[in-house]
């Protein structure tokens, strides 16, 4: 089995700083392109960010010059540090990566459960 887990979601206040992570464990032997999404009440999932297994990254554009997107190929992990954090970044984040667990297997796409970040003064 694949899972991924988020953790590092927490209480900031405007303007301070979060650095979430997402670890994928179990049966993986390859992770391509990995992706943080958001979902604030109400609202669409929406995609944060997302980094190919190369380093190269995109960012949505209310996120960009305050949000990295960063991995450690190694140890199956994402980063997303969020700094200059805003009201409206409120929202649980998601985790997602497309990965084989063979090198026969076909490239699936896999979700963490999400963590919940709340930016309040």
């Known amino acids: 089995q694949v899972q991924l887990v988020e953790s590092g979601g927490g209480l900031v206040q405007p303007g301070g700083s979060l650095r979430l992570s997402c670890a994928g464990s179990?049966?993986?032997?390859?992770?391509?392109?990995m992706r943080w999404y958001r979902q604030a009440p109400g609202k669409e999932r929406e995609l944060v960010a997302d980094?190919?297994?190369?380093?190269?990254?995109n960012y949505a554009d209310s996120v960009k010059g305050r949000f990295s997107i960063f991995r450690a190929n190694a140890n199956n992990t994402v980063y997303l540090q969020m700094n200059s954090l805003k009201l409206e970044d409120t929202a649980i984040y998601y985790c997602?990566?497309?990965?084989?667990?063979?090198?026969?297997?076909?490239?699936?796409?896999?979700w963490g459960k999400g963590t919940l970040v709340t930016v309040s003064s």
């Open positions: 997602n990566a497309d990965l084989k667990k063979s090198r026969w297997d076909y490239t699936g796409r896999y």
């Open positions: 179990g049966r993986i032997f390859s992770i391509y392109v």
């Open positions: 980094i190919t297994s190369g380093g190269s990254a």
